[in-house]
């Protein structure tokens, strides 16, 4: 049997430690790590400026879909995945009439999800990315029934 030089077995046993401990971001990754679950929004960022998060805003996702409840308006759509993208379809919405700042956060949701969003989990983690838009969520921990 061959023996690894004394620099291999380090650098192989620090990626297994790596790996096992989990928790770091990952760009992206295993599509199916997304389905069937939610995320309570917590943060919101605009061209570099962070926004508060007006209400609970969630957004959920099974095999084929994506939605978003906020305390405005609802929209929902086709979504499919790929290792680092959302491509988003055409979203259907409420059109619910509220205060201006409720529905510019809503736009602003809508715009990121139309720039098909990268996305990227670090833990129970997500943050999607659309055009100049930052969405970040933690893991609700249920599952969604479609």
Known sequence: ???LPLIGTALIASALALSAC???A????DPQSLIDTGYAVTTITVDGT???VLGPVEIAFTADSISVMTPCNGMSGPVTYSDSTLTVGALAQTKMGCET???EQDQVISDALAA???WQ???E???LTGGSTTIVGDNLLQEVTP
Do not use: D, K, W
Not at 26 to 29: R, S
């Open 121 to 123: 989990l670090a833990g």
């Open 101 to 103: 700042p409720l529905m």
């Open 50 to 52: 962070q926004r508060e």
């Open 1 to 3: 049997m061959r023996q």
């Open 116 to 118: 098909n969003p990268t």
């Open 26 to 29: 990952t760009a992206g990754g």
């Open 125 to 127: 983690q997500l943050t």
């Open 22 to 24: 989990g928790g770091g």
